[in-house]
Each structure stands twice: as structure tokens, then as C-alpha cells.
């Protein structure tokens, strides 16, 4: 039987990942053991698109200076990539090997945020300055809905025969025309057993309505997750949710929000608040609660045993971009597994390549059988993908949530 206890802190591990600066740690190297679990639910193979993931616009492309310029430029969210110090061994190996410069920014905390970002400069056909960034499944069908992003040239990436096969016909993107995924993540609640006195939270019910976290809580800005563990916590499916089930449980929020319960809404800058004690509970991704365990023991965390929302980031090339070849070249390089298998090391999450586990048990045994990063199949069937929106309930919904968490 499943429970919401959160796996056994594995010291080992924490020595470990404390070298290793990450952004969503937990669950790393999943692809190998998930193909019919996790990684099926994402994928959706055979079905077909909705309005919302449909290109509507053809993407501007601008010269291609790759032959000319050694450079790639690339936003990612913060520590998400494999470090040593105040390097990224992966990206100088790329460097190293292919004279292509990579200057890799770590701003993208916010899928919104960073839309807001951008999206003046694609709606004038300008260069954003990036050649390169990782958007969320459903920003990356927003965008293509929206013409903002150019078609991977496949015969530059031949290492996307790597591919997971479950991830390769995804709802949002038949056949991959537009993005290759980065890494994949979990939402769920996380807590700090000093500010809970001593008490776990592991329900959205607990986070919203125990007055004892009055003014300590955190939600995340991105709907899907905050919204959708809430779905699923009133028996709601987060690929059948009507927009009466969408208006109930925001109105949920509104009440916690209203009672005080609340005290913020949060991109990927909740962890910090949390490991000092700030923040008793929060939702987040279960990657930076396994940071901030090694920051600070104490700190638990629970998948709901109503589920909890599972989606991958991908890497998409914008309009625009004067890089367009070597962004792709960069994309062919992560693409092979052995490198995959560096990144997933040091941030422990959902690789997207073939092969993942066999590498990390060669290198690392202790990571690759460790539950923390290879969860059951029991776990993985709580599992749920928000369903594609329409044009209309994208526009809705996301009021309706922008309305909430900044009234």
C-alpha cells in the first residue's frame, strides 16, 4: 500500500548531493524504470493535438551565424545543471570539443515570468538574446500555438534516437517537431517538522486549513501544480477536470488565501524559506525538497497519497534565434547518454535518454537503487498529467488563478 511517508534520508546521499547545487533533485534517472509508468502518462502516444498545442503562426528565423559565431546562448532555471565548484563540467566538455562557447543563464525561475520576458520581442520579430531555454510542457504549447518557436532540425541531433520512446509523440507536440525534454518533475508539499511542531504535513488539506501554519504557507505560481493538487485532493482527474472542478478548488485557495493561511505564491525561490523554518509548508517540487534536506535534515516532504502532478521541461530554440545550428548541437551532446547520465548524477531527477540506469548502476550503485531516485510503480501510479487546455480555458483559467494570487 502506498503511503505519503517521505523516503528514508539516505546520508550517503546528502554528502553527495551537497556537491552538487540542484534545483529539482529528487526522483533522477527515472526514464529507465518508468517507460509504461510516468513516462507513458506524459507522453500520450497517438493523440492527436488539441487547440491549444496547434501552431497557428509560421516562426521567424533569422541568418544562422553558427558558422560564424562559436557561441550558444541559454536561459535554464536555476541550478539545474551539473556543477563543480563554479563550473559546469558538461558545458566546458562541450566547449572543449566543439569551439562552441556556451553562456548559460540561469533565469528562468518562473514559466510566466519569463514569458512576460520574452514575449514583447517575439511578437516583434525580434531576437530575445537566447538561442536556447527550457519551458514547461504547457508553455511549450502556448508558444507554438503562438508561432514563437522554430522546428528542430533533426539531421543536426541524431542522438534524439535517444529519445525515451514514451516521450516522443507527446499531446503538445506530435512527433517532436518543436522540443526535446530536459528533465522531468514532480510537485507535492513540502515542510519543516520546527515550524509544524514536530507534525508532517501530506495533504493539501493539512497546507490550507490547519491553523496551526496560519501565515507560514507557500503555493507555487505555476496553476497547474498548485491548482491540480488540489483536483486531485477532491477526487477529481487532472486529464477529465470540467471548469466547475477548476472554480471549486480555486475557490478553495481563495478561502486559505483570505483566512491568512497564506503568505505568498512562489516560482522556484521557496526552498530557502523552508529550510530556515520561514516557510512551515509549502508546495514545490520534490527535487528542491530533497536539497533542502541536505540543507537541513529536518525537512520532510510527501507525495499525497491523492496523487500528485507530474510534467518534464523541454528545450526549445526561439524565433529569432542567430544560433539556431548550435543550439542544436548542444541539444545532439546532451542527448548522449553518457553526458545525460553526468547531469542526472549531480541533479537527480527524470533523464529523458535510453540507458540512464544501466550507466548510473556502473558508476554509482548506491544512486541508481536508491528509492529516492528510482521510485515503484506503485509510487509512479499517483501520478497525474494536467490535460491540454483550449485556447478559451487557457485564457480562463489563468485570470482566474493571476486574479487570486495577486489580489
Not at 538561442?131 to 541524431?158: E, F, H
Amino acid at each position: 500500500m502506498a503511503t505519503n511517508r517521505e523516503p528514508e534520508f539516505n546520508p550517503q546521499l546528502a554528502a553527495f548531493a551537497r556537491s552538487a547545487i540542484t534545483r529539482r533533485t529528487a526522483l533522477g534517472g527515472l526514464a529507465a524504470v518508468a517507460a509504461t509508468g510516468f513516462l507513458a502518462a506524459c507522453g500520450t502516444p497517438g493523440k492527436a493535438p488539441t487547440a491549444s498545442a496547434g501552431a497557428s503562426k509560421t516562426p521567424l528565423s533569422a541568418p544562422d551565424l553558427s558558422d560564424t559565431e562559436k557561441v550558444v546562448n541559454w536561459s535554464n532555471w536555476p541550478a539545474y545543471m551539473d556543477v563543480d565548484g563554479n563550473k559546469h563540467p558538461t558545458l566546458d566538455a562541450f566547449a572543449k570539443e566543439t569551439g562552441i562557447k556556451v553562456n548559460y543563464n540561469e533565469d528562468y525561475n518562473d514559466n510566466d515570468e519569463f514569458f512576460a520576458k520574452v514575449r514583447p520581442l517575439l511578437e516583434g520579430g525580434q531576437d530575445t538574446g537566447r538561442d536556447l531555454w527550457c519551458s514547461t510542457d504547457w508553455m511549450v504549447a502556448r508558444m507554438i500555438r503562438l508561432g514563437y518557436l522554430q522546428p528542430l532540425d533533426k539531421t543536426n541531433i541524431p542522438n534524439a534516437a535517444n529519445l525515451e520512446p514514451t516521450l516522443a509523440n507527446v499531446e503538445f507536440d506530435p512527433g517532436r517537431v518543436y522540443s526535446l525534454p530536459w528533465q522531468s518533475i514532480f510537485a507535492g508539499i513540502g515542510y519543516n517538522p520546527k515550524s509544524t511542531g514536530g507534525r508532517k504535513i501530506t495533504t493539501m488539506d493539512q497546507l490550507l486549513h490547519d491553523a496551526t501554519l496560519k501565515g507560514k504557507v507557500t503555493l507555487l505560481t505555476e496553476m497547474r501544480d498548485t491548482v491540480g493538487l488540489v483536483l486531485m485532493e477532491q477526487g477529481k482527474k487532472l486529464d477529465s477536470f470540467t471548469a466547475e472542478d477548476f472554480a471549486a478548488a480555486l475557490a478553495v485557495i481563495q478561502e486559505a488565501k483570505d483566512a491568512g493561511q497564506i503568505k505568498a505564491f512562489t516560482g522556484n525561490d521557496f526552498r530557502d524559506p523552508l529550510v530556515k523554518g520561514d516557510t512551515a509548508a509549502c508546495v514545490g517540487w520534490t527535487g528542491d525538497f530533497v536539497q533542502a534536506k541536505v540543507d537541513n535534515p529536518s525537512v520532510g516532504y510527501a507525495l499525497p497519497e491523492t496523487g500528485f502532478t507530474m510534467s518534464s521541461d523541454n528545450l526549445v530554440i526561439p524565433a529569432m534565434a542567430q544560433h539556431k545550428k548550435n543550439a542544436e548541437k548542444l541539444i545532439n551532446y546532451y542527448y548522449d547518454p553518457k553526458v545525460m547520465a553526468e547531469v542526472v548524477a549531480y541533479v537527480n531527477y527524470v533523464g529523458p535518454v535510453v540507458g540512464l540506469k544501466d550507466i548510473l548502476l556502473k558508476s554509482d550503485p548506491a544512486m541508481a537503487n536508491n528509492e529516492l531516485i528510482f521510485p515503484t510503480a506503485e509510487t509512479l501510479a499517483r501520478g497525474q498529467v494536467f490535460r491540454s487546455l483550449t485556447v478559451e480555458e487557457e485564457t480562463s483559467f489563468n485570470r482566474q488563478f493571476q486574479a487570486l494570487v495577486t489580489g
